[in-house]
Each structure stands twice: as structure tokens, then as C-alpha cells.
């Protein structure tokens, strides 16, 4: 049986993905371009944590591993539409930071366990 998730990543990502939502509410104001970055940011952002929910109700070893590995991959998507909206100065310099800072720290994360998985594999 897969080994759970740690809790406070699973609320870590949640907290993520309502601070994504704000974040991509402001961004999906304005209209063109922007509201398409809104959109993908979202959608890549909200699957990360709910890979993990997913994850922890793994059947096997393989099934927690290929979710925790969807996660990283949607973790690293998210993080190129954070980084592309920081590069274009979208929605407000703090919250972006924000939301940039706890990108690139579940990015690692992510990265850390999915080789832990891998190992023990």
C-alpha cells in the first residue's frame, strides 16, 4: 500500500489552489490574452492538490505513483503560466509573488517525492 501523502502538503495545495483562485479571478477581469492565462493557470493549478486527494486513495504502489507524478507535471505547468504572468506584470506584484514563491517551493516538493516514490519502487 502507498504511504499517505503528508496532511500539511495536501493543505498546502489546497490553500494553493484558493489562492490560485483569487489570483486567476483578478487575471480573468481583463479581457484577451490575459483571461486565457487565467484559465490554463487555473486548471493546471487546482489538478496539482487534487492529484494528491486522489493519490491518498491509491489501490497500489504504481497508482500513487502516477498520481503524485501528475501532480509534479501540473505543478510544473502552473508554475510556467505564473512565471509567464509575472514576465507580463499581471495582476497585482504582491499576490503574484505570492502565488510565484509557493509555485516554485511545491514544484520541489513534488520533485522530492515523486524520486522518494520512484526509489522505493
Not at 486548471?43 to 491509491?58: M, P
Request: net charge positive; charged share 25%.
Amino acid at each position: 500500500m502507498p504511504s499517505p501523502t503528508p496532511p500539511d502538503l495536501r493543505k498546502r495545495t489546497f490553500q494553493f489552489t484558493c489562492d490560485l483562485f483569487d489570483f486567476c479571478q483578478d487575471l480573468s477581469c481583463f479581457p484577451g490574452v490575459a483571461r486565457y492565462v487565467a484559465f490554463q493557470l487555473f486548471r493546471a493549478g487546482a489538478s496539482v492538490g487534487a492529484n494528491l486527494e486522489e493519490a491518498k486513495a491509491a489501490y497500489s504502489r504504481k497508482e500513487f505513483a502516477s498520481k503524485t507524478a501528475i501532480s509534479l507535471k501540473e505543478s510544473r505547468e502552473a508554475n510556467y503560466w505564473l512565471r509567464v504572468a509575472e514576465a507580463k506584470s499581471l495582476s497585482s506584484q504582491s499576490r503574484r509573488a505570492h502565488v510565484l514563491r509557493e509555485s516554485n517551493e511545491l514544484v520541489a516538493i513534488l520533485t522530492s517525492c515523486v524520486k522518494r516514490v520512484q526509489m522505493t519502487s
